[in-house]
Antibody, heavy 122, light 105 residues
Framework: EVQLVESGGGLVQPGRSLKLSCAASGFTFSNYGMAWVRQTPTKGLEWVASISTGGGNTYYRDSVKGRFTISRDNAKNTQYLQMDSLRSEDTATYYC???????????????WGQGVMVTVSS | EIVLTQSPTTMAASPGEKVTITCHASSSVSYMHWYQQKPGASPKPWIYATSTLASGVPDRFSGSGSGTSYSLTINNVEAEDAATYYCQQWNYPYTFGAGTKLELK
């Protein structure tokens, strides 16, 4: 059974840092691209970042570029999201998601974790 | 950025009715993917590559479309289908629609 378990969320002051982890099991982690998606009541679902199977290629939405870093450790079956210079608008539930090929050069999120809450507030 | 506009935003249907949710993309996309989310739960893949049902999805669901116009249809809607449905496209930056909340009468 595929499982994605996020951890590391919490309350943090603006400008500070937080690191999320996502422990994967039930599949060959190194064979899949991975991603982080966040959700808020006002903005809905937003893709945040993605990483290739080996970690050599990373992609970010503009609003987090230069502040967030996605990474993975295939030996530990874990992906990470290092979030620096946090802003109030980063407050959201963050989901770890697995990428699956969904068509020519097209992917979708086929497994999601339970989500972890990040609150940025003073 | 490709903006996905879903309609309606909310809708109510009676069991047995046919329901159609549409997703309009601001630019042409090759495929559309759909997710179902119930309160307090994570999104679940529901339809991928425009028309392929994810594992375990009842065959009363179907997806279609091309270019900028896509839809998710439920034939003979059932109480368990009450949820919010989101469309998603894979052109950087990858985006989701705002969701369609389906309620059962």
């Amino acid at each position: 059974e595929v499982q994605l378990v996020e951890s590391g969320g919490g309350l943090v002051q603006p400008g500070r840092s937080l690191k999320l982890s996502c422990a994967a099991s039930g599949f060959t982690f190194s064979n899949y691209g991975m991603a982080w998606v966040r959700q808020t009541p006002t903005k809905g679902l937003e893709w945040v970042a993605s990483i290739s199977t080996g970690g050599g290629n990373t992609y970010y939405r503009d609003s987090v570029k230069g502040r967030f870093t996605i990474s993975r450790d295939n030996a530990k079956n874990t992906q990470y999201l290092q979030m620096d210079s946090l802003r109030s608008e980063d407050t959201a539930t963050y989901y770890c998601a697995r990428l699956r090929y969904g068509g020519y050069r097209d992917y979708y999120f086929d497994y999601w974790g339970q989500g972890v809450m990040v609150t940025v507030s003073s | 950025e490709i903006v996905l506009t879903q309609s309606p935003t909310t809708m109510a249907a009676s069991p047995g009715e046919k329901v159609t949710i549409t997703c309009h993309a601001s630019s042409s996309v090759s495929y559309m993917h759909w997710y179902q989310q119930k309160p307090g739960a994570s999104p679940k893949p529901w339809i991928y590559a425009t028309s392929t049902l994810a594992s375990g999805v009842p065959d009363r669901f179907s997806g279609s479309g091309s270019g900028t116009s896509y839809s998710l249809t439920i034939n003979n809607v059932e109480a368990e289908d009450a949820a919010t449905y989101y469309c998603q496209q894979w052109n950087y930056p990858y985006t989701f629609g705002a969701g369609t909340k389906l309620e059962l009468k």
